[in-house]
């Protein structure tokens, strides 16, 4: 087995920080945006949903034409965008032009992430591949503990343009990490032909791939639903001051990092049981913070509680898809990660329909609670109809054979399959 530059991680997760901080700190200075362009808290969440859906296109249509690009050329032209796009944004005159440096920057989201979660599962045994995705996922839940708080703090302090500034300097220190740590061809499997663009697509005949597509919609939809309109809620309902928000939601990033390290560890050793865990305690999180979120304390708790059950789900939702796109994992990994931004989307459109109906600021959070309830029953749908991991697990014990574990479940077997010794 080949030994990789473990330097090639360390840009990765400079690009996701960079990557996490543009998607997320705009939540903290929706209402600052939201002033200085004199639009409605719904209008303003647009530059959240509009993000999301520009990912979504990005991680499909970039992804598909990057396959057999240089991985190296590939991530440099996809920070490239990143850094064009912050530049924009920090320089808008008018909402229009934030709205188009939001689209720009969010293009290079999804192909960043659907590319490197192929690498990381490449480089360790089958049974650590959802960890291996988790810490892919590291600089983005980084982004969330120290970036969007910090950044938050300097949007409020020297004007929501400084932030934006700030992510673009983070986006060329990225560009530089993957000029000097990611060596050229990197990601590719060099013993073999690469794989044709249609083989990728095949891997979408798969019913169980469209099932956890979804999944991912609205499992990550729900969790976003109720963040998206946070520092509304902890403002309006939970009685906090403005300047206290980018400090309460580093509680909500170190839930996102203690999350995502655990949900990969569980997802490891029991992807099915894990994935229904984390979406039935995530609904109920979502309701008890909507009903008490006038208790300062309570708002506190739910919020920490939300990060962590919420991303916990992703390297599992990741993994998941992957595993059954089996041999041209790819671009489904990219058509997911643009799942995760369509819940985004999903979550902001419908947190934003309950505000202009006038429901109130907690409103959201019960939005989110019911997109989480119907993941769930997809979820549901998917384990037992047949490829799903209860179904093999009871036809296993029907046989006599013992039930596999979720690890052999996982059965890719093209690129994602490879084992690279630590």
């Given at each position: 087995m080949t030994r990789i530059d473990p330097g090639r991680n360390y840009a990765l997760a400079i690009?996701?920080?960079?990557?996490?901080?543009?998607?997320?700190?705009?939540?903290?200075?929706?209402?600052?945006?939201?002033?200085?362009?004199?639009v409605t808290e719904t209008?303003?969440?647009?530059?959240?949903?509009?993000?999301?859906?520009?990912?979504?296109?990005?991680?499909?249509?970039?992804?598909?034409?990057?396959?057999?690009?240089?991985?190296?050329r590939a991530l440099l032209g996809l920070m490239i965008l990143f850094i064009l796009g912050n530049m924009?944004?920090?320089?808008?005159?008018?909402?229009?032009?934030?709205?188009?440096?939001r689209i720009v920057a969010a293009l290079c989201h999804?192909?960043?992430?659907?590319?490197?979660?192929?690498v990381a599962a490449q480089i360790v045994r089958p049974n650590r591949r959802a960890a291996a995705i988790s810490l892919m996922f590291g600089g983005l839940t980084v982004a969330n503990v120290l970036g969007v708080p910090f950044g938050t703090l300097l949007g409020q302090s020297a004007g929501w343009r400084s932030t934006f500034w700030a992510i673009t300097i983070i986006g060329v220190i990225a560009f530089v990490g993957i000029v000097l740590l990611v060596p050229a061809g990197i990601g590719r499997d060099t013993d073999a032909e690469p794989a044709l663009l249609r083989r990728e697509f095949a891997a979408f005949r798969s019913v169980q791939v469209w099932l956890s597509i979804a999944i991912t919609v609205l499992g990550y939809g729900g969790m976003f639903g109720g963040f998206t309109y946070i520092a509304f809620t902890l403002t309006e309902v939970s009685g906090f001051a403005s300047s206290a928000v980018p400090w309460l939601l580093i509680l909500f990033g170190l839930g996102l990092f203690v999350g995502n390290w655990v949900g990969g560890k569980a997802a490891d050793k029991n992807l099915g049981l894990t994935l229904v865990v984390l979406l039935l305690v995530l609904t109920a999180i979502l309701a008890v913070f909507a009903l008490t979120a006038g208790n300062q304390t309570?708002?506190?708790?739910?919020?920490?509680?939300?990060?962590?059950?919420?991303?916990?789900?992703?390297?599992?939702?990741?993994?998941?898809?992957?595993?059954?796109?089996?041999?041209?994992?790819?671009?489904?990994?990219g058509a997911n990660i643009a799942a995760f931004n369509l819940g985004n989307a999903l979550g902001a459109w419908g947190g934003g329909l309950a505000l202009a109906a006038g429901l109130g600021f907690t409103s959201p959070l019960w939005a989110g609670a019911a997109i989480t309830v119907v993941g769930l029953a997809v979820l549901g749908v998917a384990l037992f109809v047949p490829g799903g991991e209860f179904a093999r697990a009871g036809?296993?014990?029907?046989?006599?054979?013992?039930?596999?574990?979720?690890p052999e479940l996982v059965h890719a077997t093209g690129p994602a399959a490879a084992s690279i010794s630590s």
């Open positions: 690009g996701g920080f960079g990557i996490g901080l543009t998607e997320f700190v705009i939540m903290g200075l929706l209402p600052e945006v939201a002033a200085d362009f004199a209008v303003a969440g647009y530059l959240i949903s509009g993000y999301a859906l520009s990912v979504a296109v990005g991680a499909i249509a970039l992804t598909a034409l990057l396959t057999r690009m240089d991985r190296k924009i944004s920090a320089l808008a005159p008018d909402y229009g032009t934030m709205m188009l440096g999804g192909a960043f992430f659907g590319i490197g979660a192929v309570m708002a506190i708790v739910s919020l920490l509680l939300m990060g962590a059950f919420g991303f916990a789900t992703v390297p599992g939702l990741q993994m998941r898809v992957m595993a059954h796109a089996e041999v041209a994992p790819t671009l489904a990994s036809r296993a014990a029907r046989k006599g054979a013992p039930a596999p574990t979720d």
